[in-house]
């Protein structure tokens, strides 16, 4: 009996650690999996903002700004200085948003090409490393 309760003592322990170190395992992709659901939202709501109606450039643009923001942290967030082909994905990113901040004001339809090469940028990245 004094066997049994020691081994089921021995088994509660056990499953109780390996619930730690998952838990803990878990969390450390928390940044970026959060960061790439960001870029996510921000790139849904671009979509959005240039189906609708009455498209905002000025939507738009901040949108373009907040994932350029967002695209200066990704390759701390992955931690992947060493992979060449990720950091290029990365930079094509970060270049592609900056192409759409560097459209003069215009209207939505100028920018759509903008957002498009986005996506691909996205597209790609993910073709290779999801």
């Known amino acids: 009996m004094r066997a049994a309760m020691m081994l089921l003592v021995g088994l509660m322990m056990g499953a109780l650690g390996t619930s730690f170190a998952l838990n803990t395992l878990r969390q450390a992709h928390a940044l970026p999996r959060g960061l790439m659901t960001v870029i996510n939202h921000h790139h849904r709501s ?55 901040l560097a459209i003069p004001d215009a209207a939505c339809s100028a920018l759509a090409p903008a957002a498009t090469r986005i996506n691909d940028t996205c597209n790609a990245c993910h073709r290779d490393y999801r």
């Open 46 to 100: 671009v979509k959005t903002e240039l189906a609708a109606a009455d498209c905002s450039p000025a939507e738009l643009r901040d949108h373009f700004v907040l994932l350029g923001v967002l695209g200066s942290d990704i390759d701390s967030a992955f931690s992947m200085p060493h992979d060449a082909v990720f950091t290029r994905y990365a930079s094509d990113f970060r270049a592609a948003t900056a192409a759409a």
